[in-house]
T-cell receptor, first 113, second 112 residues
Framework: NAGVTQTPKFQVLKTGQSMTLQCAQD?????MSWYRQDPGMGLRLIHY???????DQGEVPNGYNVSRSTTEDFPLRLLSAAPSQTSVYFC????????????FGPGTRLTVL | KQEVTQIPAALSVPEGENLVLNCSFT??????LQWFRQDPGKGLTSLLL?????REQTSGRLNASLDKSSGRSTLYIAASQPGDSATYLC???????????FGSGTKLNVKP
C-alpha cells in the first residue's frame, strides 16, 4: 500500500491564481481531511469528508473548496490564492468514525507571492 | 471551545533520560486522543492512539496515558535516544466525525 499520497510536494503561486492540491489513499478509508500547518499554530482543520459525496467545514475553510467523488481521492482547491494561504498542507485519512487512527500524507509546501 | 495545549514548547535532555511530554485539553468528554511524531520537513507519524475507555497504551519505549477527569494525557519516553529528537504532537477528537484538534507540539532535542 502507498498509504496517503499528496501532489505536488512544493508549489509557488502568484496572488489570485487558483490550483488544486491532490490527495489519494489506497486503504479504502471512509474519512479524509485536510489540515494546514503554520509555525507556532499546530495543525488546523480546513475541510473533512466522512465518505464519498459528503464533505463539511473545519476550523479554517475560507478560501478553500473540496469535493469527494470517490473514496480514494479528496482534492483541495484554492480558488484565488492569497499570501495568507502560504503554509504546509497535510491530507489525512482514517478507516471510519469508530475511533480509527489517522494516517497522514507527506505534505505540500505552498508559497503564495 | 475545544482547545489542546502542549507545554513545554521545547525540551532538551541528555541521552538516556526518561522523559514525559504533556498534553492538556479543555473538555473531558473526548472520543480518543492520538500522539504523533513529526520530523523536520516531514509528515506526521502516528505513535499511539488511546480510546476514551482506555487508561494507557504502550509501544516499545513509549507509553501514553489518559486521564479524562483532569483533561490530561502524557507521553512517557524511556531511555531517550538522539533519534527521538523530533516534534511531538497530540490530537484530540471530541465528536464522531474525525475532527481532530491539535496542540502546537513539543520540540524534543535529545543530546548525545
Amino acid at each position: 500500500n502507498a498509504g496517503v499520497t499528496q501532489t505536488p510536494k512544493f508549489q509557488v503561486l502568484k496572488t489570485g491564481q487558483s490550483m488544486t492540491l491532490q490527495c489519494a489513499q489506497d486503504m479504502n478509508h471512509e474519512y479524509m481531511s485536510w489540515y494546514r500547518q503554520d509555525p507556532g499554530m499546530g495543525l488546523r482543520l480546513i475541510h473533512y469528508s466522512v465518505g464519498a459525496g459528503i464533505t463539511d467545514q473545519g476550523e479554517v475553510p475560507n478560501g478553500y473548496n473540496v469535493s469527494r467523488s470517490t473514496t480514494e481521492d479528496f482534492p483541495l482547491r484554492l480558488l484565488s490564492a492569497a499570501p495568507s494561504q502560504t503554509s504546509v498542507y497535510f491530507c489525512a485519512s482514517s478507516y471510519d468514525s469508530s475511533g480509527g487512527e489517522q494516517f497522514f500524507g507527506p505534505g505540500t509546501r505552498l508559497t503564495v507571492l | 471551545k475545544q482547545e489542546v495545549t502542549q507545554i513545554p514548547a521545547a525540551l532538551s535532555v541528555p541521552e538516556g533520560e526518561n522523559l514525559v511530554l504533556n498534553c492538556s485539553f479543555t473538555d473531558s468528554a473526548i472520543y480518543n486522543l492520538q500522539w504523533f511524531r513529526q520530523d523536520p520537513g516531514k509528515g506526521l507519524t502516528s505513535l499511539l492512539l488511546i480510546q476514551s475507555s482506555q487508561r494507557e497504551q504502550t509501544s516499545g519505549r513509549l507509553n501514553a496515558s489518559l486521564d479524562k477527569s483532569s483533561g490530561r494525557s502524557t507521553l512517557y519516553i524511556a531511555a531517550s535516544q538522539p533519534g527521538d529528537s523530533a516534534t511531538y504532537l497530540c490530537a484530540v477528537r471530541w465528536d464522531n466525525f474525525n475532527k481532530f484538534y491539535f496542540g502546537s507540539g513539543t520540540k524534543l532535542n535529545v543530546k548525545p
